[in-house]
């Protein structure tokens, strides 16, 4: 069977590639959130503009990192404490990638109809999303902080079979 070598981190790759493509999806949605705003309030067309592409790109991006997200949490050593906080995290990465998916179709028939307006709506349902991120953003940050998922020290401890 073909195998390839893990390093410290658990991981056939220097680093985890999860969080570096997370942390461009996070600041494509917020942006674009605060592009569309501020577009809003101050009639700027062009950050509409600015908003659209920035959720375009999130949208593609966040299927990158869930596959990668995917990839990296079958490789980390999971413990009893860590899965109900990861399986969370796995159902809210899937449902933010539909979620992303959806909103930015239609902020694309929104700007297909009429690219100088964008509706209160969907601002409505653009907060809902940043506020969906910062959960995700929460429940990913405790993964690493709280249960040290691909971190050196807890990867040796489960190595050696110590519970951390």
């Known amino acids: 069977m073909f195998s390839v070598p893990l390093n410290s981190e658990?991981?056939?790759?220097p680093d985890p590639i999860h969080p570096i493509v997370v942390h461009f999806v996070i600041a494509m949605v917020?942006?674009?959130f605060v592009c569309d705003v501020i577009g809003y309030f101050t009639?700027?067309?062009?950050?509409?503009?600015?908003?659209?592409?920035?959720m375009f790109v999130a949208a593609i991006a966040i299927f990158v990192a869930i596959i990668f997200g995917q990839f990296e949490a079958g490789l980390a050593q999971i413990y009893p404490a860590v899965q109900p906080t990861l399986n969370f995290h796995t159902l809210m990465g899937w449902s933010l990638g539909a979620i992303v998916a959806i909103i930015t179709a239609?902020?694309?028939?929104?700007?297909d109809r009429?690219?100088?307006?964008?509706?209160?709506?969907?601002?409505?349902?653009?907060?809902f999303l940043?506020?969906?991120?910062?959960?995700?953003?929460y429940?990913?940050?405790?993964?690493f902080w709280v249960y040290g998922l691909h971190v050196e020290p807890v990867v040796e401890a489960m190595k050696q079979r110590i519970s951390p």
Do not use: D, M
């Not at 658990?10 to 790759?13: Q, T």
């Not at 009639?43 to 600015?50: A, D, H, W």
């Not at 239609?106 to 700007?111: A, G, L, S």
């Open 130 to 137: 940043v506020c969906l991120v910062l959960l995700q953003i």
């Open 30 to 32: 917020f942006f674009s």
């Open 114 to 127: 009429n690219p100088h307006k964008v509706p209160p709506a969907y601002l409505g349902a653009a907060t």
């Open 43 to 54: 009639r700027n067309v062009r950050l509409f503009e600015v908003g659209f592409w920035n």
């Open 10 to 13: 658990n991981l056939p790759y």
């Open 139 to 143: 429940l990913g940050s405790k993964l």
């Open 106 to 111: 239609w902020r694309f028939v929104i700007r």
